[in-house]
């Protein structure tokens, strides 16, 4: 099974498994069944929809086409056939696409899909991380959901944790990626105001109180700490 490198900020590098062809059609099949189910519906109640106004018809035809857009952004990267099938989209880095990034997704389904002969699946099938043009554009990757147990982490990514180093905040090991990838953002950024405040809201939401004077040092080390969890785990 073919997986992509992700490389979350500064701190760890998971291994993915991507969505193979068979998957991503699988869930395809699904999606298509969906709305043509939803098609069928509004067509054999027709004469019942009479009585909406002619926006509020459209509307209804429109979420057809607007289905996949939709479900990605309000659902996790999710389409219902993603979800039946254990897949989602992510960036390249792990974290989650932007709302343009979804936008370019779904703008080339017109050239990955059957109005060019099915583009995208030749591309999915030659590309390393099994991306159609869509995702190539967007710098998106969809990826099958593994639990915690599953991800491969890069000791390099380690080094500056020392033999005998000592964790100081046990909770730091609740926090997800995405989060510490903020904490991480946020000290590059160097600028105090920010470290200030986001020192205070990860103790809130750790039920914590730093042990250090200065917030930068405070979230270094949970970064640090978290990275020591992420490592003892595997």
């Known amino acids: 099974m073919a997986e992509t490198g992700i490389l979350t900020g500064q701190y760890v590098r998971i291994a993915h498994p991507t969505a ?82 979804y936008l370019i997704r779904w703008l080339l389904v017109a050239v990955d899909g059957p109005a060019m002969a099915y583009l995208g699946l030749l591309v999915i099938a030659l590309t390393r991380n099994h991306q159609r043009l869509g995702d190539l554009a967007a710098g998106t990757v969809v990826v099958k959901l593994n639990t915690w147990k599953n991800l491969k982490v890069s000791l390099d990514d380690f080094q500056h944790l020392s033999a005998g180093y000592q964790p100081h905040y046990a909770a730091a090991a609740d926090l997800s990626l995405e989060q510490v990838a903020v904490i991480s953002r946020t000290l590059d950024s160097m600028r105090s105001d920010s470290i200030e405040l986001l020192a205070q809201k990860v103790q809130q939401m750790l039920d914590i109180r730093k042990k250090e004077t200065h917030d930068y040092e405070f979230l270094r080390h949970i970064v640090q700490d978290y990275q020591y969890y992420a490592l003892e785990a595997v």
């Open 20 to 101: 193979s062809v068979g998957d991503r059609m699988a869930a395809q099949l699904i999606d298509w069944t969906l709305q043509l189910a939803y098609l069928l519906l509004i067509f054999l109640n027709a004469s019942e929809l009479e009585f909406l106004p002619m926006k509020a018809r459209i509307a209804l035809v429109l979420l057809v086409p607007l289905y996949p857009l939709l479900c990605e952004v309000l659902n996790h990267g999710q389409t219902l056939g993603k979800w039946a099938r254990g897949m989602r989209v992510v960036m390249r880095d792990g974290s989650t696409p932007t709302l343009s990034a």
